[in-house]
């Protein structure tokens, strides 16, 4: 489910309409889309979702991520117009964790310590 949260404003007087319409047009180009997301990610230990949280936090405009362990679902919310889903899956491919969308590389998955092997 993807919810989409954005702000609005009205102008509180018409005789200054045109100054209004230039200040909304500005404020709707750095309007946030806040989106809610989930994310099916593999891992296997509190180590995991460590690594998994603190990568998808380090991306530009994710406010919030959450992996639960026994769903292998990490529960995100982030600026639509900053990031997306698609490149937060790649991140965390890239430290070594499976998505849905994304397989991490061999050699990364590898490297993880042995109680973050989640493959079988």
Not at 2 to 13: D, E, L, M, P, R
């Amino acid at each position: 489910m993807t919810i989409a949260v954005s702000a609005c404003s009205n102008s509180a007087s018409n005789k200054n309409s045109a100054s209004n319409e230039k200040t909304e047009s500005n404020a709707a180009e750095t309007k946030s889309e806040v989106l809610h997301a989930m994310l099916t990610v593999n891992g296997s230990c509190g180590m995991c979702k460590t690594r998994i949280e603190k990568t998808a936090k380090s991306i530009e405009g994710v406010s919030t991520a959450e992996w639960n362990l026994e769903k292998q679902q990490l529960h995100l919310h982030f600026d639509a117009n900053k990031t997306s889903l698609k490149a937060i899956s790649e991140a965390i491919a890239k430290v070594g964790h499976d998505t849905e969308s994304d397989k991490a590389d061999d050699d990364v998955y590898n490297a993880l310590p042995a109680c973050c092997k989640y493959r079988k």
